[in-house]
């Protein structure tokens, strides 16, 4: 994550817990790779899957994860923080000691680039596509659309704030324009418009059918399989 105006040095020196994570990673793919069993035979794919890595991750995480410490006093830790980062850090103290100024200063200079006009429009359409990839089945409710507005103002007024009613009014544009009501409401609060269910209008009548996926077994706990082996097994004859 980068601030605007805050130096990329400072944002190195806190990010040391990344660090640790990626070096105890590495150590735990090499053992991964490198396992075998009392046979000889890999124990796992030769490669680290992507599915593996993410186990590996987690566990990379847990095992750097630093004890925890007792409760100090707000002020002490922000003593504490300037104090390290000037001398650690490589940042001048100047800067950071006026670290919230030179935020408000990089902040102001990016509103200034963006425009304060919203196209309600092209946000209707923008935020209505994005709710329905995002959400299973492609079906969500308007609370869905609400957050996705506010990212999308956000974005688009670079942090401005924004104007009273703006995120409803592109709200009630998508579901007008782009959105069909899918609701089976069977109790008094499923007629109530914050529970109604919605998909997208646009047709997807010419996209090809999809198959369900077929399941497979998890690769990570076999080895590569012989390429003279036979794909099928064997019938007697």
């Not at 130096?7 to 190195?12: F, G, K, M, V």
């Not at 000691?97 to 990089?106: K, M």
């Not at 429009?121 to 609400?146: E, K, P, Y």
């Not at 209008?201 to 996209?207: Q, T, V």
Request: net charge positive.
């Amino acid at each position: 994550m980068e601030i605007a105006g805050v130096p990329h040095e400072l944002i190195r020196w806190t990010s040391r817990r990344s660090d640790q994570i990626a070096a105890c990673l590495t150590e735990l793919e090499h053992e991964y790779v490198t396992a075998v069993d009392d046979d000889g035979t890999s124990r796992f794919l030769r490669v680290v899957s992507e599915r593996a890595r993410t186990k590996l991750n987690r566990i990379a995480a847990k095992m750097t994860r630093p004890p925890k410490q007792k409760a100090r006093p707000l002020a002490q830790l922000r003593a504490w923080w300037k104090a390290s980062a000037i001398l650690i850090s490589g940042v001048a103290a100047d800067v950071i000691n006026s670290l919230l100024e030179y935020a408000r200063a990089a902040a102001a200079a990016i509103r200034a680039r963006g425009a304060a006009v919203v196209d309600v429009a092209l946000a209707a359409v923008d935020v209505a596509a994005t709710v329905f990839v995002m959400n299973s089945g492609g079906r969500f409710h308007r609370r869905h659309l609400l957050a996705e507005a506010r990212r999308h103002l956000a974005l688009a007024l670079r942090g401005r704030r924004r104007n009273l009613g703006l995120d409803d009014r592109i709200v009630t544009a998508a579901i007008a324009t782009y959105c069909l009501d899918i609701s089976e409401p069977k109790t008094s609060r499923g007629q109530q418009p914050g529970y109604r269910l919605y998909t997208a209008r646009w047709a997807l009548s010419g996209l090809p059918a999809r198959r369900p996926p077929i399941p497979a077994p998890d690769p990570d706990r076999q080895p590569p399989a012989d390429p003279g082996a036979p794909n099928g097994p064997r019938h007697p004859e």
